[in-house]
């Protein structure tokens, strides 16, 4: 049972470059989503998506995009990367939506940009 | 501006003890209330959750408290253990999943 799946585990970047970080689920969940993960802010989260080709932007989501061409894909790129994008990032799906049941994580993808 | 409010930021107790941590919020509009579990290096792992409705659920050493009135809701772990140690997130949701920033949790042997 693969759940929530996000590549890289870990990833350097020097400023300016630009990335992507996979995120698959196996559960058919209609709902993904990406957040970012600070020490003593919680999580935050940066865009969703409500089924395939639908996205909209969470409460950080500059310097960051996302598509879903998909229902199991929710890529999350970085444009050009900054230093305060240095962060920990979790993918999570859930079968309908954010407030009708358990939101399922990966285990995250720690991001460093020097 | 943070629409979940957590506290406290760290906690440690001895076994057996029962760690409380409280959160508050403001917006009306939430109307389901999560509590996540992180132990280091993984993703958080759903807990309880409860609706507005109710004002208490327990689902083994866990209960949520809720209060409507207060916009406040706190979670008690009851004869905490070691492996209990771990960070929490309260958490609310309307459309989307709103957390606060979390406790972390010491359970000394």
Not at chain 2, 61 to 86: V, Y
Not at chain 2, 88 to 97: E, I, N, P
Request: net charge neutral.
């Amino acid at each position: 049972n693969a759940g929530v799946t996000q590549t890289p585990k870990f990833q350097v970047l020097k400023t300016g470059q630009s990335m992507t970080l996979q995120c698959a689920q196996d559960m058919n969940h209609e709902y993904m989503s990406w957040y970012r993960q600070d020490p003593g802010m919680g999580l935050r989260l940066i865009h969703y998506s409500v089924g395939a080709g639908i996205t909209d932007q969470g409460e950080v989501p500059n310097g960051y995009n996302v598509s879903r061409s998909t229902t199991e894909d929710f890529p999350l790129r970085l444009l050009s990367a900054a230093p305060s994008q240095t962060s920990v990032y979790f993918c999570a799906s859930s079968y309908h939506s954010a407030n009708t049941g358990e939101l399922f994580f990966g285990e995250g993808s720690r991001l460093t940009v020097l | 501006q943070q629409q979940v409010k957590q506290s406290p930021q760290s906690l440690i107790v001895q076994k057996g003890g029962i760690p409380i941590i409280n959160c508050a919020y403001e917006n009306t509009a939430f109307d389901y209330f999560p509590w996540y579990q992180q132990f280091p290096g993984k993703g958080p792992a759903l807990l309880i959750a409860i609706r507005p409705d109710v004002s208490e659920k327990k689902e083994g050493r866990f209960t949520i408290s809720f209060n409507k009135s207060a916009k406040q809701f706190s979670l008690h772990i009851m004869d905490s253990q070691p492996g209990d140690s771990a960070t929490y997130f309260c958490a609310a949701a309307s459309r989307q999943l709103t957390f606060g920033s979390g406790t972390q949790l010491t359970v000394l042997p």
